[in-house]
């Protein structure tokens, strides 16, 4: 939120004098930065749930921006109207961005890559081994479902109401991932492949499913296939132990 501080005191110049409009675009970010805050945050460092609304408080900044410019002029202060805006413009920028600098300047590749990458290995490693029609269990319910085409079943609770509804497991910190039920979610959709954050301890899953490794290009793709499921072929068996260390590494 420290990255907000700029926007935030520039747009509330706008306030001194305010249209509806702008209330409006205040009342956008406010109730969804609320309910963020309600749901415990976001895992990922990005705020993707803020994101949507980010352009309301943008244009209240570039409202105060010109207010404040306009406010310096009048006070005869003789300063250049064009370079008090790009002056604060790109205040609100570097502010806006710092926590992020080392992405912006090319250092770090972008956020989600990495995860973006595994999941397209799963991609492959199912079109190599799993019929059209075989269901998949997911943790990560982006970019696998998405680009699979294949129907998914969110283990997280996203798009479950009875996950989303179990309380929140006391022993995992991470926001929005510490609610799941593999032993209902198994039984209620017989997922044919789990992926992402299997729990091999669970005795569910060593009852119902066993690691398998799929080679897609330089990676053995590693994840859980139902037992006895006709639906996946080609697949090597794997132990537990290699299904353990897999999750260590990527993918």
Known sequence: ???????????????????????????????????????????????????????????????????????????????????????????????????????????????????????????????????PDATVAVGWAGTFPYFSGRRCFDLLGKCDPDVARLPARSDIARAAHNKYNFGYTSAKHRPDVVLHWTDSTDQGVLQDYHPVAVPVDKWNVVFCVRNHSRKIKGAQPVDWETFRRSQTRNP
């Open 1 to 131: 939120m420290g990255t907000l501080a700029f926007p935030l005191v520039v747009g509330a110049i706008t306030l001194t004098r305010a249209r509806r409009w702008h209330f409006l675009l205040l009342g956008t970010f406010a109730v969804a930065l609320t309910y963020n805050l309600y749901i415990g945050g976001d895992a990922a460092p990005s705020n993707r749930f803020l994101l949507p609304v980010a352009p309301a408080l943008m244009v209240l900044a570039a409202q105060g921006i010109h207010r404040a410019m306009a406010a310096a002029m009048e006070c005869k202060t003789h300063l250049a109207g064009t370079v008090v805006r790009s002056a604060a413009t790109l205040l609100g920028v570097v502010t806006l961005n710092m926590i992020h600098w080392d992405h912006c300047v090319l250092l770090a590749r972008p956020q989600g890559t990495q995860a973006a990458h595994v999941n397209l290995l799963y991609v492959h490693a199912l079109d190599k081994t799993a019929a």
